[in-house]
């Protein structure tokens, strides 16, 4: 269960039902952790504050219930956060999780299956690069984040070409900085979109500082973007 000394964070977030499925969800990234290592964070605070409490923060600071009812994008999922914790606390919406990695995929079907959310919750094997270039989900999300895949710069190539225009990206990162304000801007003035907003919290427990940058489309991206395989990485916009 939750640390007690840290139950006080979740308070009118997390209600008994989705503790539960937090608690199962662990269970099976312990299980699974065993012979795929997927993510180091799963034990104690690591796991409640570094995981959960990382991933939902920006969805409930100053939401009102616009979070709710969407469908959303989490763009190199990984071991599925923060793409499962927004599934368990917005159990009206539709979840895509996108990752090139077969390891981790399968490990994301097992525990979506784990934790009965397969009905809403779907697992894509396939490069963004390519997947944002399919007409059937392209300009389609709601909402689209990345967390710990690469720099802003990077990421918001990923994830502009996703939403719709009235649609929301949230790119989570650490510190922040000025100049990695400018360099974002930049892309985003290519891509056809800003900086709607910047919120930092500092995490319980010393956990250290969060920053997530939210982005909108100013109107549709031009179809030349994502670039081809390996591109936004090796030389960011």
Same mark, same amino acid.
């Given at each position: ?40 964070? &799963? ?23 616009? $979070?709710?009812?969407? =469908? ?6 990984? #071991? /599925? ?16 999780? &996108? ?67 009235? /649609?929301?990206?949230?790119? $989570? #990162? /650490? ?21 709607? =907003? ?15 940058? $939210?982005?909108?489309? &100013?109107?549709? #991206? ?7 395989? /390996? ?7």
């Amino acid at each position: 269960m939750i640390p007690i000394i840290h139950s006080k964070y979740f308070e009118n977030i997390l209600n008994e039902e989705q503790i539960e499925i937090f608690v199962t969800l662990q269970k099976t990234l312990k299980k699974l952790n065993q012979f795929s290592n997927l993510t180091k964070l &799963i034990d104690g605070d690591d796991y409640w504050i570094s995981q959960i409490y990382d991933s939902i923060w920006p969805f409930f600071i100053d939401s009102k219930g616009y $979070y709710d009812r969407k =469908k959303f994008i989490d763009i190199g999922s990984g #071991c /599925g956060f923060p793409g499962l914790a927004y599934a368990i606390t917005h159990p009206y919406s539709q979840i895509y999780l &996108i990752d090139s990695s077969e390891k981790k995929t399968n490990a994301l079907k097992k525990i979506v299956a784990a934790i009965n959310l397969e009905d809403r919750v779907f697992v894509i094997k396939e490069r963004i690069e390519e997947f944002g270039h399919n007409s059937l989900f392209r300009n389609t999300f709601d909402i689209g984040t990345t967390r710990a895949v690469s720099s802003p710069s990077t990421v918001s190539e990923y994830i502009l070409p996703m939403l719709k225009e009235e /649609g929301l990206g949230l790119i $989570y #990162c /650490g510190k922040w900085k000025l100049e990695d304000q400018k360099k974002l801007e930049k892309t985003l003035h290519i891509l056809k979109g800003y900086i709607k =907003k910047i919120k930092k919290t500092s995490l319980p427990a010393g956990k250290g500082e969060r920053h997530v940058i $939210y982005i909108k489309p &100013i109107r549709k #991206c031009s179809e030349l973007y994502p670039r081809s395989l /390996g591109k936004p990485a090796k030389h960011p916009l």
